[in-house]
T-cell receptor, first 111, second 110 residues
Framework: DVKVTQSSRYLVKRTGEKVFLECVQD?????MFWYRQDPGLGLRLIYF???????EKGDIPEGYSVSREKKERFSLILESASTNQTSMYLC??????????FGQGTRLTVV | TQLLEQSPQFLSIQEGENLTVYCNSS?????LQWYRQEPGEGPVLLVT?????EVKKLKRLTFQFGDARKDSSLHITAAQPGDTGLYLC??????????FGKGTRLHILP
């Protein structure tokens, strides 16, 4: 079975802090994604990566950056957390042009 | 912009009833996926449909891909409380990004 693991289920951070969300997949997938999910807005793509050290902006990249130094690991960075970044963050991975598999999600609260 | 529209947005029915939810687009997709998401968890892949007109069954769930590969439906027979959740459809767009509908929130009353 594909396993996508996010480092934290719940996080509470203060405004202005730098926040790291980590995601690891064990199926040698090329593609990895970061989404945020908010009520009424659905899943919105923040960034995705199709190879090591490669990244592409999604629909809402502002305020975020990513890092993919190894194929199995994709990190989302909130440079200076703000309250409007309180959300459910979901990491996913996939082979090229196939369905995505998700981690369990990280519920981030910025106070 | 390729969009996936899901309907209904919310559905609350009694245990034992049948239901159908829909995923529609004006664009053609090479494949569509259906996911179920429970509160506080990530979406879990249920099925992928690839061929126009394809029908796949997963116990009491029946998935159909439209002939033109622009729409899909999910039919649940004899719904049970364990079917409660958010059902999401997703498809790969022209830029190889996976896009999602906003989901149908299903609640089965015991």
């Amino acid at each position: 079975d594909v396993k996508v693991t996010q480092s934290s289920r719940y996080l509470v951070k203060r405004t202005g802090e730098k926040v790291f969300l980590e995601c690891v997949q064990d199926m040698d997938h090329e593609n990895m994604f970061w989404y945020r999910q908010d009520p009424g807005l659905g899943l919105r793509l923040i960034y995705f990566s199709y190879d090591v050290k490669m990244k592409e902006k999604g629909d809402i990249p502002e305020g975020y950056s990513v890092s993919r130094e190894k194929k199995e690991r994709f990190s989302l960075i909130l440079e200076s957390a703000s309250t409007n970044q309180t959300s459910m963050y979901l990491c996913a991975s996939s082979l090229w042009n196939t369905e995505a598999f998700f981690g369990q999600g990280t519920r981030l609260t910025v106070v | 912009t390729q969009l996936l529209e899901q309907s209904p947005q919310f559905l609350s029915i009694q245990e034992g009833e049948n239901l159908t939810v829909y995923c529609n687009s004006s664009s053609v997709f090479s494949s569509l996926q259906w996911y179920r998401q429970e509160p506080g968890e990530g979406p879990v892949l249920l099925v992928t449909v690839v061929t126009g007109g394809e029908v796949k069954k997963l116990k009491r769930l029946t998935f159909q891909f439209g002939d033109a590969r622009k729409d899909s439906s999910l039919h649940i027979t004899a719904a049970q409380p364990g079917d409660t959740g958010l059902y999401l459809c997703a498809g790969m767009n022209r830029d190889d990004k996976i896009i999602f509908g906003k989901g149908t929130r299903l609640h089965i009353l015991p």
